[in-house]
């Protein structure tokens, strides 16, 4: 059973959903030009925007079983920005998802479906300011998903709404493309091996080496030849699986990889991969979260996955 090793825990402040709701109708729906690499028409679009739940959504219960997790550190302006199939903390002050969160269960790990992207603006959000589409243009970043799109093909719906931009980090494209892209693979045909896997996906951000989150404000910045730089490039790229192993107990796999430009050679991913097996407890620190806290609890009172 998993053990916490860090005891200080600062909650962080949700912005609440009468201020978000307002926000949304003062932005009004997102316009064609805030899309970018959109293979479907306007109207189904907005059919899709439709479909984002309220703050209060439940979406908690089915998409994190072992409680949400919780902010070791001040997280003032980071908000809920859930969606029906995975539940997401946003921080404004970074311009990216902290952590992703979902259920993945074996069919929908081994669902297919053709790729169907449209990168666009949150349209619950658009007022915060979000980076989108013009920020990653000529920037050198690949826009990277923290909830992958492969993992969302239960439904066109799920896959197109995975390209919000409250679900994208920049990513160095020889990272995205690689090792990150195996790093999924494997969560996937550990899903599909279990019956159902708890996931947990983030960013890290630690320039200085010391094993603990930075302030927003040092993070490094990319952006198009010209503009004000508005991405903020992250240092490290975790997930964390956590299943139901067969002795009924929780089992917990956690990888830590930095965030490099590096293209790995297929040869070299599954070493690279095994190099990067981490307990959780580092996560955690660098992360400066509690992911799984109702492991913290005695045996009996640890909940199950909740699947779908």
């Known amino acids: ?46 059919a899709y925007d439709a479909l984002l739940p309220a703050m209060d959504s439940g979406v908690s219960d089915r998409h994190i079983p072992y409680g949400p997790p919780r902010s070791l550190r001040a997280v003032d302006d980071a908000f809920r920005a859930d969606q029906s199939d995975f539940a997401v903390l946003y921080d404004p002050g970074l311009g990216m998802p902290v952590w992703v969160s979902y259920t993945l269960t074996a069919s929908a790990a081994s669902a297919r479906r053709p790729r169907t992207q449209c990168f666009r603006p949150d349209p619950r959000f658009r007022a915060v300011g979000i980076p989108g589409c013009a920020d990653y243009r000529r920037s050198g970043f690949d826009r990277g998903h923290m909830t992958p799109s492969a993992d969302m093909a239960v439904s066109e719906a799920a896959m197109v709404n995975s390209y919000l931009f409250t679900n994208i980090a920049p990513q160095y494209p020889g990272f995205n493309r690689t090792i990150w892209a195996a790093l999924e693979r494997i969560v996937r045909v550990r899903a599909m091996r279990s019956g159902a896997v708890h996931v947990t996906t983030g960013a890290i951000f630690d320039r200085d080496g010391d094993g603990r989150p930075d302030p927003d404000e040092a993070a490094l910045t990319a952006g198009p030849p010209g503009a004000e ?14 299943w139901r192993a067969a002795d009924g107990g929780v089992a917990v796999d956690a990888w830590l990889l930095a965030h490099r430009p590096d293209f790995v050679p297929d040869a070299a991913r599954a070493r690279a991969l095994d190099a990067a097996r981490v307990g959780i407890e580092r996560v955690e620190a660098m992360a400066g979260f509690d992911f799984l806290p109702a492991l913290n609890a005695p045996p009996e009172q640890a909940a199950a996955p909740t699947t779908r």
């Open 1 to 46: 059973m998993y053990i916490n090793t860090l005891n200080t825990i600062v909650h962080f402040r949700l912005v609440p959903a009468l201020v978000l709701a307002l926000v949304s109708v003062l932005a009004g729906p997102a316009a064609a030009a805030d899309t970018c690499g959109c293979d479907i028409p306007s109207g189904r679009v907005a």
């Open 229 to 242: 730089p508005r991405l903020r490039v992250a240092t490290h790229f975790f997930k964390i699986v956590a």
